[in-house]
């Protein structure tokens, strides 16, 4: 069964870290560019980061640029976004995602979100 | 970057309903579009892709077309599992957005 398990998410102060990872299985990783989409409280989906399939394309939203990282271990089938100098705006349902086909493209495969909550 | 505008925010009908919600792009996007169903506390789920594409394994009620800057997702017949909020995306260019979303609700 094709298969993404997100972790690592929980309460953070602002201006903290965290790495949150996504553990695939069911499906060749390496074959698959990757995505993180998060849902604020009570709104809609935000696309945050896509990675290309070897790892060397990274793309990001402005929202983020500069202080997330995202990379992805494929000897571990493993994609993660490190998060640093977290606001409560990041404040969210973390998604991660298998991009259908190429590197642009619909989401077919989810996960089922991690909770990060920015709070002092 | 490129704007997704849905309509309307929130539908009201009954099963059985044919149903119909727009989605504008801002600029041309050909037909790099996406659509998604999203119910409470769930991930989304992939319906449509390449604005008329059905997803494998997505009832045939649901269907999707338009090109360029307009779009449209088409339910045929409402059933009560369709009652959910759907969201279209553009794939065409990077920074991916998604639209705002459409609650379908029961009326």
């Known amino acids: 069964e094709v298969q993404l398990l997100e972790s690592g998410g929980g309460l953070v102060q602002p201006g903290g870290s965290l790495r949150l990872s996504c553990a695939a299985s069911g499906f060749t990783f390496s074959s698959y560019a990757m995505s993180w989409v998060r849902q604020a409280p009570g709104k809609g989906l935000e696309w945050v980061s896509d990675?290309?399939?070897?790892?060397?394309?990274?793309f990001y939203a402005e929202s983020v640029k500069g202080r997330f990282t995202i990379s992805r271990d494929n000897s571990k089938n493993t994609l993660y976004l490190q998060m640093n100098s977290l606001r409560g705006e990041d404040t969210a349902v973390y998604y991660c995602a298998r991009v259908f086909r190429g590197l642009k493209d619909g989401f077919d495969i989810w996960g089922q979100g991690t909770v990060v909550t920015v709070s002092s | 970057d490129i704007q997704m505008t849905q309509s309307p925010s929130t539908l009201s009908a009954s099963v059985g309903d044919r149903v119909t919600i727009t989605c504008r792009a801002s600029?041309?996007?050909?037909?790099?579009l996406a659509w998604y169903q999203q119910k409470p506390g769930k991930a989304p789920k992939f319906l449509i892709y390449?604005?008329?594409s059905l997803q494998s394994g997505v009832p045939s009620r649901f269907s999707g077309s338009g090109s360029g800057t307009e779009f449209t997702l088409t339910i045929s017949s409402l059933q009560p599992d369709d009652f959910a909020t759907y969201y279209c995306?553009?794939?065409?260019?990077?920074?991916?957005?998604f639209g705002q979303g459409t609650r379908l609700e029961i009326k």
């Open positions: 995306q553009q794939y065409f260019s990077y920074p991916i957005v």
């Open positions: 390449k604005a008329s």
């Open positions: 990675v290309g399939g070897s790892g060397d394309r990274t």
């Open positions: 600029q041309n996007i050909i037909n790099l």
